[in-house]
C-alpha cells in the first residue's frame, strides 16, 4: 500500500540553524501539507501546497518557514533560523485532490529538537 | 478551534468492542465527519468518514445520529493494538485543500 515517508526521523539542530525536513507523498497525490505537533499538544495545520505554490498557511507558517517542491517526488518544509519553540514532529500528508471530502494520509513524521 | 467534543480518556477491554462518542452539533448540512487517529506520536491514520449515512469499512463502522447533531466510531473488537488517540473531525466548508483541524481527541486504552 502507498504511504507517504518523511525523512530524517529524528533531527536535532542548536538554535538558529536552518533544517530542511523532507518528505516524499503518494505517488499521484497532488496536494500536499505539513502539520506539526508540540509534545503534549494537538496537532496544527502549517501550510498546504498545490501546484507548485502554497494554497493556505496559518499563523503559525511565518517568514521562517517554507516550502518547496525541489523535484517530481520531494516535498520539503525548511526553517530558517530555528527556535526552541520549532521543537516538535512535524507531520507530512498528502490527498488526491483538494476537495474537503478527500482524505489526506499521514507521514511518521520527524521530531525535530532545538537545542 | 475543532468543532467537535469528545470526552478525553476512554477504557475498553481487549475483544469487546469500543463505542468512541463525538458531538458535532453545529455541524453544517454538507461537512463530512472524519475519524482519524494517532498511535503514540506517528502520524495520524485515516479511520473513516461518513455525511449523514452509516459507514462501514475494514477498521471501523461509523453511525451518525438522524439530526447529524453526533457520531459514534465503533471498533467491533477492540486489540491492544487499538490503543491511541482517536480524532473526530468535522471539515470545513471552504473550497480547496481544507486543512484538518485537530481537537485533544479521546485517549483510548485497551485493557487486557
Known amino acids: 500500500e502507498p504511504e507517504v515517508t518523511q525523512t530524517p526521523s529524528h533531527q536535532v539542530t542548536q538554535m538558529g540553524q536552518e533544517v530542511i525536513l523532507r518528505c516524499v507523498p503518494i505517488s499521484n497525490h497532488l496536494y500536499f501539507y505539513w502539520y506539526r505537533q508540540i509534545l503534549g499538544q494537538k496537532v496544527e495545520f502549517l501550510v498546504s501546497?498545490?501546484?507548485?505554490?502554497?494554497?493556505?498557511k496559518s499563523e503559525i507558517f511565518d517568514d521562517q518557514f517554507s516550502v518547496e517542491r525541489p523535484d517530481g517526488s520531494n516535498f520539503t518544509l525548511k526553517i530558517r533560523s530555528t527556535k526552541l519553540e520549532d521543537s516538535a514532529m512535524y507531520f507530512c500528508?498528502?490527498?488526491?485532490?483538494?476537495?474537503?471530502?478527500?482524505?489526506?494520509?499521514f507521514g511518521p513524521g520527524t521530531r525535530l529538537t532545538v537545542l | 478551534d475543532a468543532k467537535t467534543t469528545q470526552p478525553p480518556s476512554m477504557d475498553c477491554a481487549e475483544g469487546r468492542a469500543a463505542n468512541l462518542p463525538c458531538n458535532h452539533s453545529?455541524?453544517?448540512?454538507?461537512?463530512?465527519v472524519y475519524w482519524y487517529r494517532q498511535i503514540h506520536s506517528q502520524g495520524p491514520q485515516y479511520i473513516i468518514h461518513g455525511l449523514k449515512n452509516n459507514e462501514t469499512n475494514e477498521m471501523a463502522s461509523l453511525i451518525i445520529t438522524e439530526d447529524r447533531k453526533s457520531s459514534t466510531l465503533i471498533l467491533p473488537h477492540a486489540t491492544l493494538r487499538d490503543t491511541a488517540v482517536y480524532y473526530c473531525?468535522?471539515?470545513?466548508?471552504?473550497?480547496?485543500?481544507?486543512?484538518?483541524?485537530f481537537g485533544k481527541g479521546t485517549r483510548l486504552s485497551v485493557i487486557a
Open positions: 453545529t455541524i453544517s448540512g454538507n461537512e463530512y
Open positions: 473531525i468535522v471539515r470545513p466548508m471552504n473550497s480547496g485543500n481544507t486543512p484538518l483541524v
Open positions: 500528508a498528502s490527498s488526491v485532490t483538494g476537495r474537503w471530502t478527500d482524505t489526506q494520509y
Open positions: 501546497f498545490y501546484n507548485n505554490e502554497i494554497s493556505e
